[in-house]
């Protein structure tokens, strides 16, 4: 798990920490809508 973290922090040293929020924004509402559909 420790590698992991450290492999996201250089994926996101290296896009910018502004498009790394976008796309965890992106995932957030794509699983909402996942769980949405499924109720």
Same mark, same amino acid.
């Given at each position: 798990?420790? %590698? +992991?973290?450290? !492999?996201?922090? /250089?994926? *996101? =040293?290296? !896009?910018?920490? *502004?498009?790394?929020? !976008?796309? !965890? %924004?992106? +995932? /957030?509402?794509?699983?909402?809508v996942?769980?949405?559909? =499924?109720?």
């Amino acid at each position: 798990m420790r %590698d +992991y973290f450290e !492999l996201f922090q /250089n994926f *996101s =040293e290296k !896009l910018g920490f *502004s498009h790394l929020i !976008l796309m !965890l %924004d992106g +995932y /957030n509402v794509k699983c909402k809508v996942k769980k949405a559909k =499924e109720t």
